[in-house]
């Protein structure tokens, strides 16, 4: 890369260049006087020649050529605030020394060291930066050559508060580094997200946890009105976020083109997307009737699909590689077991969906849209009144002994919605108290 080419780096108020002490020379083969010599005489050259002051050092990735603990006080003793490296080790026993390492950033965007970015970001990896690339921003670059820059350093103080401070001698301990990576691993804070069959049951339940956890809007929508309106006044009451009603029936094409379109108007993105409207028919084999069929799987399975598909570029527009968005499918356990309830449209959309959840992650993982499904047990809904009305005697049949709360529901909905989950693609999680999985296949003869 030219200099010239740097020069369109250093004037972009967001980008800092730091000066290239070893690209032409080994420190490592240098005395220390020697090597210090160079890493002073490659700072005054790169001030030169952008005529600039240069605050920071950046040392070349490699093996043979990366910068180990003497680079480190070298670039320290030469009056360097920062310093970009490849190797994460270094990044953590130096930041206490008032040296700050940053990770490298190449022309295309990408960077490395994504274990140790997160501690230096008090958690949050490069999400909310923007980094500079070149063909974003119009230049036009054909080489494929690093660029060694300090990441963004004019961000730092809003961005990185953990770099800031150890810039300026505020030291930290790696223990209090290590302790930043889990910090708002479950947060919603400022998320927009879309709950359908949000009125009532599981899927008021999700939303109430969105809400707590700080989304900044949480939609409901529901067939009825008066419901959906009534839960989205009380939550919004109850949690202090603004959740909106949407009355919308979405078990035509007509009604989810119209709640996409809604949301489209008022929303430039959406994070999350909770497809929990569904119906279910229940009926003797020889009686089951065509509507039974058609009115659930159309509204478990059809709808699931077709909704995500209207809404993936509003998906689209919030999801990057650090902060993906998420699509989570309301299924259930009859979906994963046969229940002895002959509700067969029913255990087969939800098996449907189960899969349909899968072959959308494969396609969808690639523009960073994370499709998961939670698959519930016995909660109190209008749908399942057995649980709602006799929880004691459905209590019985539960591995766990009881069934499920309003927190167990938002708790696995805000991990999957939340940072937590962000690696968790296309599975299933099943939140039934044991029913599933910790249940003998077999009855009697001690297994019982």
């Known amino acids: 890369m030219s200099?010239?080419?740097?020069?369109?780096?250093?004037?972009?108020?967001?980008?800092?260049?730091?000066?290239?002490?070893?690209?032409?020379?080994?420190?490592?083969?240098?005395?220390?006087?020697?090597?210090?010599?160079?890493?002073?005489?490659?700072?005054?050259?790169?001030?030169?020649?952008?005529?600039?002051?240069?605050?920071?050092?950046?040392?070349?990735?490699?093996n043979k050529l990366a910068a180990g603990r003497r680079e480190f006080a070298l670039a320290r003793g030469a009056g360097f605030k920062t310093a970009v490296t490849t190797r994460p080790a270094m990044i953590f026993s130096q930041t206490a020394d008032?040296?700050?390492?940053?990770?490298?950033?190449?022309?295309?965007?990408?960077?490395?060291d994504a274990r140790i970015l997160p501690v230096l970001t008090s958690g949050r990896g490069h999400r909310d930066v923007e980094w500079f690339t070149p063909r974003r921003r119009g230049v036009e670059i054909t080489t494929n050559t690093s660029v060694l820059v300090a990441s963004l350093l004019s961000q730092a103080t809003m961005v990185w508060p953990s770099l800031t401070r150890s810039c300026f001698g505020l030291t930290q301990t790696t223990k209090q580094l290590e302790e930043r990576m889990f910090q708002d691993l479950f947060s919603l804070k400022g998320r927009v997200a879309l709950v359908t069959g949000g009125s009532r049951g599981i899927g008021k339940m999700i939303a109430a946890g969105f809400l707590s956890q700080g989304a900044g809007k949480v939609y409901l929508t529901a067939r009825k009105a008066g419901p959906c309106e009534a839960t989205a006044k009380e939550l919004s009451a109850e949690y202090g976020g603004e959740c909106i009603a949407l009355p919308i029936d979405i078990s035509t094409m007509s009604g989810i083109d119209m709640l996409a379109a809604e949301i489209k108007k008022r929303e430039p993105k959406l994070d999350i997307l909770v497809n929990n409207a569904g119906a279910a028919w229940g009926a003797d084999f020889d009686e089951f009737p065509e509507s039974g069929w058609d009115k659930v799987v159309n509204l478990n399975l059809k709808t699931?699909?077709?909704?995500?598909?209207?809404?993936?570029?509003?998906?689209?527009?919030?999801?990057t590689a650090d902060k993906p968005a998420k699509v989570i499918n309301v299924a259930s356990i009859d979906g994963i077991f046969v229940n002895p309830m002959e509700t067969y449209s029913y255990a087969a959309s939800k098996s449907g969906l189960i899969h349909l959840t899968r072959r959308m992650a494969v396609k969808l993982i690639r523009d960073h849209i994370v499709v998961t499904a939670i698959a519930p047990g016995p909660f109190k809904s209008d749908m399942n009144k057995a649980a709602r009305d006799n929880a004691d005697q459905v209590s019985k049949r539960v591995p766990s002994g009881r069934i499920g709360t309003d927190e167990d529901m938002a708790g696995a909905a805000i991990y999957l919605a939340s940072r937590a989950g962000d690696y968790v693609v296309g599975a299933t999680l099943a939140v039934d108290g044991g029913i599933v999985y910790a249940n003998p296949g077999i009855k009697g003869d001690g297994w019982d």
């Open 304 to 319: 699931p699909f077709f909704l995500t598909k209207a809404l993936a570029d509003s998906l689209r527009a919030a999801a």
């Open 98 to 112: 008032h040296l700050t390492a940053l990770p490298r950033v190449s022309l295309n965007g990408d960077y490395q």
């Open 3 to 62: 200099w010239d080419e740097l020069k369109l780096f250093a004037a972009d108020p967001l980008v800092t260049i730091g000066a290239n002490a070893v690209t032409h020379c080994n420190l490592a083969r240098r005395t220390e006087e020697i090597a210090g010599a160079e890493i002073s005489l490659s700072r005054a050259r790169t001030e030169n020649r952008l005529q600039s002051p240069v605050a920071h050092l950046a040392y070349p990735h490699g």
